[in-house]
């Protein structure tokens, strides 16, 4: 476990407990894109669940809505310093999906639309971890968020979170995603401030 310095700064202003070290708070919700902003309709998206044996697992967007949809209230860390606490989501969790696919596979690929990839451990996309955001703050998620859909991964750095998700590739090995391959830490922990490597 990392170690958390609780109480103040030493600037003597409060520190909250939810904040990762190095970590400021952002006011409003910055935009972050590697590109331009893809359009994705709600007609035509999907999503796709490829296993390491080839199996396609296949949700347009109505099968996705009926895998089920829930309220998170969670807290995003960027690696550029930025967190928001408290911030409010609808989506899906990945394990809704999941409750179909059979694999022994260690680690996913998240694929976007537009091209962006980034890794993650599979088990730590399970369990309440992960989901396929659609609404922010009550609103469906706006294009430059990631809308139609985004991953949403609020346990490690959002870079994680992949706007535009259209896919997971589950791998028995693991490989470096679009940020990943560029120096940002594989993993990506705000908690350990696993930014780069
Ligand atoms: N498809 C895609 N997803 C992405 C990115 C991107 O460039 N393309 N940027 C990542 C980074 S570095 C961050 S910090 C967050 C930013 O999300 P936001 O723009 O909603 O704040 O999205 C992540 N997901
Ligand atoms: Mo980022």
């Not at 080839?54 to 310093?81: K, P, S, Y």
């Not at 993650?120 to 989901?131: F, I, S, T, Y």
Request: overall charge negative.
């Amino acid at each position: 476990m990392s170690f958390i310095t609780r109480g103040f700064t030493g600037r003597g202003r409060e520190r909250d407990d939810r904040l990762p070290p190095g970590q400021t708070l952002a006011r409003d919700f910055p935009v972050l894109s590697a590109g331009p902003t893809p359009e994705v309709d709600t007609d035509e998206w999907e999503f796709t669940i490829r296993t390491e044996s080839g199996v396609e697992h296949r949700w347009d967007w109505q099968a996705l809505l009926d895998a089920g949809v829930e309220d998170v209230e969670t807290d995003i860390h960027c690696v550029t310093h930025w967190s928001k606490l408290g911030t409010s989501w609808r989506g899906v969790p990945l394990d809704a999906l999941f409750e179909e696919v059979e694999t022994d596979a260690g680690y996913v690929m998240a694929h976007s639309y537009g091209g962006y990839t980034t890794n993650l451990p599979l088990e730590e996309v399970l369990d309440g971890q992960a989901w396929i955001a659609i609404d922010y703050d009550g609103e469906p998620l706006d294009p430059e968020h990631g809308g139609p859909a985004r991953l949403l991964v609020p346990k490690l750095y959002f870079w994680k979170s992949a706007k535009w998700v259209r896919g997971l590739v589950l791998m028995e090995d693991d490989q470096p995603g679009f940020w990943e391959q560029y120096g940002y830490h594989n993993h990506g922990d705000p908690w350990r401030e696993e930014r780069y490597w």
